[in-house]
């Protein structure tokens, strides 16, 4: 059981950091909580059905096109609805949270409330620790791996990454040294919305595709940064691990445990903000330092 325990955590874990780092990248450099984060992750999986089995294109040849989708839909989000509020949380959490629903009802007008399905990137399973895991899921895995790998070189090592983390850092002051905070915000956008087109995509052949399945996994997600640190992304991979783990540890122990993962999500991010509402690594805004 806990080799059950342990690799199917680390498969789910891949998806929430995924998702968590994206988030967590926007609002480091956006200062904003977009709650319509994971309508993207849900766009990109309609996307491969859309391009896979309604058009037939080769399920590789559409990933790309399918992130370039989920790329150009956040730019038009953050351009015409965010930024123009972007000074107005309270204004930003509602604007974000109804355009979430626009996309759920886009997607019950263009495809109803059926049921779909992606074909499988890699087919097949194998056996690990005694556990059988398809192919899928590994490959997930390394898909996420690499992202990630990709995503600290960009941030440690690019002068784009140096304006991202100057800007979340203190947005202010990198206005002053001359950095275009608002082109920055823009691109740790796209960037964030293009991760959890990543997610999106590599789940697709995994999981059922509906309009509403970018409820559960917000509801996560808004756990997994709290309990990191909101804008840390060190915070998020490690809130990531923590939370998959404690969902799986949950359904194996306790009867009918699977609907208690959205209650253990919630529950642990209220005891959070409680107990150190900054996370385990995140920091104070500047006006609270």
């Not at 784009?160 to 202010?172: H, K, N, V, Y």
């Not at 275009?180 to 740790?188: E, G, L, M, Y």
């Not at 122990?253 to 509402?277: E, H, N, S």
């Amino acid at each position: 059981m806990l080799a059950n325990i342990l690799v199917t955590g680390l498969m789910n874990a891949g998806v929430y950091a995924l998702l968590a780092v994206g988030f967590s990248l926007i609002f480091g450099a956006a200062r904003i909580i977009n709650l319509s984060h994971t309508a993207f992750y849900m766009a990109a999986a309609f996307a491969m059905f859309y391009l896979t089995v309604t058009r037939g294109l080769n399920v590789y040849l559409a990933i790309p096109i399918a992130l370039a989708i989920v790329a150009v839909l956040g730019t038009i989000v953050y351009k015409l609805i965010i930024d123009p509020l972007r000074e107005h949380e309270a204004t930003v959490l509602i604007v974000t949270l109804a355009t979430a629903i626009l996309f759920q009802e886009g997607l019950l007008l263009g495809f109803g409330g059926h049921y779909r399905g992606v074909p499988s990137l890699w087919a097949g399973y194998t056996t690990l620790l005694g556990v059988r895991v398809t192919y899928q899921y590994l490959l997930t895995l390394a898909v996420v791996i690499v992202a990630s790998t990709c995503l600290w070189a960009l941030l440690q090592h690019s002068r784009l990454g140096i304006a991202i983390r100057a800007t979340a850092q203190d947005r202010e002051v990198a206005n002053l040294m001359g950095m275009d905070v608002s082109r920055v915000a823009t691109v740790a956008m796209v960037i964030g919305v293009v991760l959890a087109g990543v997610a999106g995509v590599m789940v697709a052949p995994i999981y059922v595709l509906e309009p509403h399945m970018w409820q559960p996994p917000m509801v996560t997600i808004l756990a997994v940064v709290v309990l990191g640190g909101l804008g840390s992304i060190k915070g998020s991979f490690i809130g990531a691990v923590i939370l998959a783990l404690a969902e799986v540890l949950v359904v194996f122990l306790v009867p009918q445990g699977a609907f208690l993962k959205a209650a253990l999500a919630l529950t642990l991010m209220l005891a959070i903000l409680l107990i150190r509402p900054e996370g385990l690594f995140g920091v104070l805004f500047e006006g609270e330092r």
